[in-house]
Structures are given as structure tokens and as C-alpha cells.
């Protein structure tokens, strides 16, 4: 650049800050949504409700029955960089909340109108505050929160033209609720669009939660998966090898409550297949693995996607032989309680179309016992690198 074209450095003024920001985070309608479920969550609710309208763009509406904001810390709400979740480096290393980084509602208020309405226990009114504005107004409400954002992105329109469809944005709304609808079975879960139900989840058990989300197929062709070791757990059901699919459109894997993307689990799951499912077959899945938070970090992406575990090749072989005892269930000698169908729904059905040996339960033994005898492992060595493992599996 010309030396005379050169402009001064200076500081990025807050709400440039905040667009920057929102450029990570709100990429479309879909992330408003998931940032405000994870607020709902994170708040304890038990019922949360959606109410969108124009897939989102024109409105999103999320109300919980959660622990709400008080009066004087709404407007920290839409603050950069503050937050009620944790406080130091070492709550940072164990965070259990979804949310830690205390720039979601900033951010979204940076490219669209905000207004919260909160009440908390023992308050005799609810309380509203909007983005841009420093008023507290009493408002009618019941405890809990509700999220207004409307006009995603008319503050900066540029952004707004890579927007799809309603009916696009709608989807991916939709996708989002149901990953922390299956993440989180406890909680009743409503979404309208334009006033239409579009799911209306009760609170369930988890296995119904699952089922309810999943292909209709993978109700009668599913094996339970379920093991733990050392304070780490994997549960959930992996599909039987005859009921997959051509796209990876059913394969769900959640950690600690957090639906996340990650390379080793997704590799994990496809080489406990490998054996039984061949060339392009995509396997169904529903797994959650629950970790110590300290032994993984979620501090990778800011939309928290992806997550990184200290010692990756343990749980990679933790998830791999977990999933693969799963499948071999089905060459054990059938239990009359499996049979009885009165006994039905102990997780998953055996029938003999579906009986194949692979012999891994000796390994999964062995590899059980070395969890249980070996500490956390230690971070950073170079050791503990997963290896590069390919995408796409
Ligand atoms: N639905 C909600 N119920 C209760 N508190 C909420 C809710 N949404 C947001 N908050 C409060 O607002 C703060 C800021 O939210 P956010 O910007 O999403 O950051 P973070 O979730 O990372 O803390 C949260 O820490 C929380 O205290
Ligand atoms: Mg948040």
C-alpha cells in the first residue's frame, strides 16, 4: 500500500468489534437459534419453546422457564465478553456449561434486534432491556427468559444476501433443535414457524428422545451401546450394518451434552464398522460420550463444534471397541428375557438376519482393564496426538 494511503492505528470501535465477532458465530438463522437453546440449557430450563417466522430471518423467539436475569444484569447480557459462566483460566479448563465465551447475545444484537425479557425467583415483575438501549422496563412475564431477535442481519446487509431460502433456513433451524432435543431428553422442546407447529417434543427418556429423532429404521435395527471405564462413559445405540444408509445424515455424536463434529469420533465409529459395512454405507448412530471436562477442550471454534481431547487415541479406542461390542451383541446366544416380548425394549432387538462374529470381545475386555489401571493421561505430549486421521469417514 501507498505510504501515504496509510491510516493510523486505532482501536475498533465496539459495535465494529461485535460485527467482527458475529461474523463467526451468526452465520445464519439456525446459529441465533443454537446460541439461545445453549443459553435456555446452560439456565436450567425444563421447557423451551421456538417460535420462528420466515425461517428465522424476520424472527426468532426462544422462551424458557430457566433461572432467568436479574434486573441489574440485563444489560451486561448484551455486553462483549461477560458472562455468569465462569470466571477463571481453571473454570475455563472444566467448563461444564455450553456457553463460556460471553459474546453470543453481543453478537447477535450487532446484526439484529435484541430484547430480553427475564424474571428470576422471588421478583415481582419480569424486566426487559433491548440492544442499543441502557432501559430496564418492567414487563410482564413469568419466571424465566425470553429472546426476541428480529431482522437478522439488517444492520449489515451484506451479509443478509447469503441467507437461503425460508424453507433452507427453516431446515437448518429445526436441525439445531433437534441436536440439543437429543442431547437433552429431560427437556420439553415446542418449535412453531409462522404459528404452525412444527415439533412439539415432551420430556422424555433418552431412548425415546433418540427414536423419536431418528430414521423410523433404526428403532428395529439398532444395538445398545453402552461402557465405561475410568470416569469415561460411551451409551447410546449404533445402527445394525443391514439398516444403513447412502448419506451420513443419521450419525449423532454428542459429548458432555454438546453435539460436536469431530474426526476422531466420526473415525472411531466407522472403523467398529469396518468389518461389516462396506464401501460407501453410512452407519446410523446415536452416541454420547461423557468425559471429565477437563480431559477435553471445547475452546477450539467459537460455535464449539469441535472439540479437541487431550488423549485422543484413548478415546478413540474407547469409542471404536465400545461400538463394536455393541454390534457384536448379536452373536451371544439369545437371553429368554431378550426373546419375551413382554421384556421388549432392553435397547435393542436381535433378530438372526442380524447375527455376525466379530470377536472383539476379548479386546474390549483388555482394553478396559488398561483404562481402569492407567491415570488421566498427560496433555501436550506429542504423543498423545491423534494420528491425522481422514475426513470423510
Ligand atoms: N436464557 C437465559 N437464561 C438465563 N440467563 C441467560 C439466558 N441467556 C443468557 N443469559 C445470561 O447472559 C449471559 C451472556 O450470554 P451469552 O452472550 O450467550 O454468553 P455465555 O452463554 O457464553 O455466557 C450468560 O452468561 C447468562 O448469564
Ligand atoms: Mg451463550
Not at 322 to 351: C, F, M
Amino acid at each position: 500500500m501507498n505510504a501515504t494511503l496509510r491510516r493510523a492505528i486505532r482501536p475498533l470501535a465496539d459495535a465494529l468489534i461485535s460485527q467482527i465477532a458475529a461474523g463467526e458465530v451468526v452465520e445464519r438463522p439456525a446459529s441465533v437459534v443454537k446460541e439461545l437453546l445453549e443459553n435456555s440449557l446452560d439456565a436450567g430450563a425444563t421447557q423451551i419453546d421456538i417460535k420462528l417466522e420466515a425461517g428465522g430471518i424476520k424472527r426468532i423467539v426462544v422462551s424458557d422457564n430457566g433461572a432467568g436475569i436479574p434486573r441489574d444484569e440485563l444489560p451486561l447480557a448484551l455486553t462483549r465478553h461477560t458472562t455468569s459462566k465462569i470466571a477463571s483460566l481453571e473454570e475455563l479448563e472444566g467448563v461444564e456449561s455450553l456457553g463460556f465465551r460471553g459474546e453470543a447475545l453481543a453478537s447477535i444484537a450487532s446484526v439484529a434486534d435484541v430484547s430480553i425479557t427475564s424474571r428470576v425467583t422471588g421478583s415481582d415483575s419480569a424486566f426487559c432491556v433491548r440492544g442499543g438501549s441502557d432501559e430496564i422496563e418492567p414487563a410482564a412475564g413469568s419466571i424465566g427468559t425470553r429472546i426476541e431477535v428480529a431482522d437478522l442481519f439488517h444492520k449489515t446487509p451484506a451479509r443478509r444476501k447469503f441467507l437461503r431460502s425460508e424453507a433452507t433456513e427453516l431446515a437448518h433451524c429445526l436441525t439445531q433443535v433437534e441436536r440439543a432435543a437429543a442431547a437433552h431428553s429431560s427437556v420439553a422442546f415446542t418449535v412453531t414457524h409462522q404459528g404452525r407447529t412444527m415439533l412439539a417434543l415432551p420430556a422424555q427418556p433418552p431412548r425415546e428422545r433418540a427414536l423419536r429423532l431418528m430414521p423410523e429404521e433404526f428403532a428395529v435395527a439398532r444395538r445398545e451401546v453402552q461402557q465405561s471405564a475410568a470416569g469415561t462413559s460411551v451409551h447410546g445405540w449404533a445402527g445394525a450394518p443391514t439398516a444403513s444408509r447412502a448419506r451420513a445424515d443419521a450419525q449423532y455424536f454428542f459429548v458432555n451434552g454438546r453435539y460436536v463434529r469431530d474426526k476422531v469420533l466420526t473415525h472411531a465409529v466407522r472403523a467398529a464398522y469396518a468389518d461389516v459395512l462396506h464401501g460407501a454405507s453410512q452407519p446410523m448412530y446415536c452416541l454420547y460420550l461423557t468425559i471429565d471436562p477437563k480431559r477435553v477442550d471445547v475452546n477450539v471454534h467459537p460455535t464449539k463444534i469441535e472439540v479437541r481431547f487431550r488423549d485422543s487415541s484413548s478415546v478413540h479406542q474407547f469409542v471404536m471397541h465400545a461400538v463394536q461390542a455393541a454390534l457384536a451383541q448379536s452373536v451371544r446366544p439369545l437371553q429368554p428375557s431378550t426373546i419375551n416380548p413382554q421384556a421388549a425394549d432392553t435397547g435393542y432387538r436381535l433378530t438372526p438376519t442380524h447375527q455376525t462374529s466379530f470377536g472383539v470381545a476379548q479386546t474390549v475386555a483388555n482394553y478396559l482393564a488398561l483404562l481402569a489401571e492407567r491415570p488421566a493421561p498427560i496433555a501436550n505430549g506429542a504423543s498423545d496426538e491423534a494420528p491425522d486421521l481422514p475426513l470423510g469417514f
